[in-house]
């Protein structure tokens, strides 16, 4: 009704690297990078709500400390995720975005209940050109 717009990028899904157990068993995810002329963000869209543990429970939410490597350099990150969402959100969108669009592959782990430690491998091949795509739609400089 506001006729603002919205675009994005996103990864192909995937599934964990290891196959996880039902109701998991079928889990699929999405890397995604969004703008809207005046704001980016980036975060994980699951097919299914992640079930993650050690997390730190805030108001409607959860902080979600974990790894993630960008090619060969292994970062500590803080992803939020609203109670019972599919989605898990970067806590530092810009510099997320940053990494995404200068690396080749994004191994995430999470530690997931009844599962232990997961793992989603993401593509990140031509995410650079991409999220220029992305930006020139937008307008966003």
Known sequence: MTG??????????TASVEKMSFPYHDTT?????????????AYIAFS????????TIKNGYNLIQTRIRWNDKVESVTLSQDWGSE?????????????????DTMPLELNWFGEGM???????AGSSA????MRGLSGAK
Do not use: Q
């Open 4 to 13: 603002a717009k919205s675009y994005y990028a996103h990864s192909p899904a």
């Open 29 to 41: 995810a999405m890397l995604n990078v969004g703008c809207d002329g005046k704001s980016e963000w």
């Open 48 to 55: 299914n709500a992640p079930n993650i543990v050690n997390t």
């Open 87 to 103: 989605f898990l959100h970067f806590s530092d969108g810009k510099s997320a975005i940053s990494r995404i669009a200068g690396s």
């Open 118 to 124: 997961v793992y989603f491998k993401f593509s990140l």
């Open 130 to 133: 991409a999220i220029s795509k």
